[in-house]
């Protein structure tokens, strides 16, 4: 299977799929917001309004294979992404503190949307995460995580948010590393908040390892209380994994990794 894109300086675009069908991207306007919904440029800057995300789901619906769509995520989308909101460089520190052959729950500070597309790029492995109901209904973003087996939970229910996390806690169990950003949203100030247990009933009962990771810069570049974005540099520091332990032990070590950082 081969997909042929058509080289356009406009901000829609026509992509076509070989000998099969042809889809459309969605406009793509000036809004850097707009961008990561329609997810429409790539990190060579070449193909601008043309749609990895639409091309990769293409492909995941004929070859029936999931970790298609996220390991484009984790090159051409996230990469865009983060060209296009000002990030102009990434320092990554601690790679090393990361075990292929193991299974994390990623625990993450949150300053900003760019968080995501930037822990996408800089860990070495197909990333699964957990977000609010609402993000089900943004175009192409939305749909994308649905099919790629992303998890969804829903506040304001309890018994619904128990069940989503029950989901979770299989799907680590088959060795998918999940992202949580366990401080529950994006802090204001730049410093750890408190983090909600979640994340670290996930571990607990998974038996599995926190990994933590320090973000900085991120909400410096995207400034989501002004609207505004910044042109500058982003550090992601990934810290030693902490072991399975009790809820409340997970909870306090990696609070004071992260604010150790």
């Known amino acids: ?53 639409s091309e990769s789901l293409v492909l995941m619906l004929i070859l029936f294979n999931r970790s298609i769509p996220l390991k484009m995520a984790r090159t051409f989308w ?36 760019l968080d995501i597309p930037l822990l996408c790029k800089v860990l070495p492995f197909n990333l699964y995460f957990v977000a609010k109901k609402q993000i089900k209904s943004v175009p192409f973003l939305g749909w994308y995580m649905m099919l ?9 229910n309890k018994n619904k948010t128990m069940e989503s996390f029950t989901s979770v806690g299989k799907r680590i169990k088959e060795g998918k590393s999940i992202l949580i950003f366990p401080e529950g949203t994006r802090s204001k100030t730049g410093s750890i908040g408190e983090l909600k247990k979640g994340a670290f009933v996930l571990a607990s009962k998974a038996r599995v390892g926190i990994l933590p990771i320090k973000i900085t810069g991120t909400g410096k570049i995207w400034n989501v209380k002004h609207g505004t974005l910044k042109p500058g540099n982003v550090t992601v520091e990934i810290l030693k ?19 150790n950082a």
Do not use: W
């Open 78 to 113: 996230s990469s865009g992404v983060l060209k296009l909101a000002g990030v102009q460089s990434i320092s990554t520190v601690g790679l090393d503190n990361i075990n292929l052959e193991k299974t994390y729950v990623v625990a993450s500070n949150h300053l900003s949307y």
């Open 148 to 156: 790629t087996g992303m998890f969804f939970i829903d506040r304001k």
């Open 1 to 53: 299977v081969s997909i042929e894109t058509t080289k356009s300086a406009a901000s829609t675009g026509t992509s076509t799929l070989t000998g099969s069908c042809t889809f459309h991207t969605i406009p793509c306007g000036s809004n850097i917001s707009k961008l990561i919904v329609a997810v429409n440029v790539e990190s060579s800057g070449l193909s601008a309004g043309k749609s990895t995300l």
């Open 241 to 259: 994994s902490l072991p399975t332990s009790s809820v409340q032990s997970l909870a306090l070590n990696t609070k004071i990794a992260l604010t």
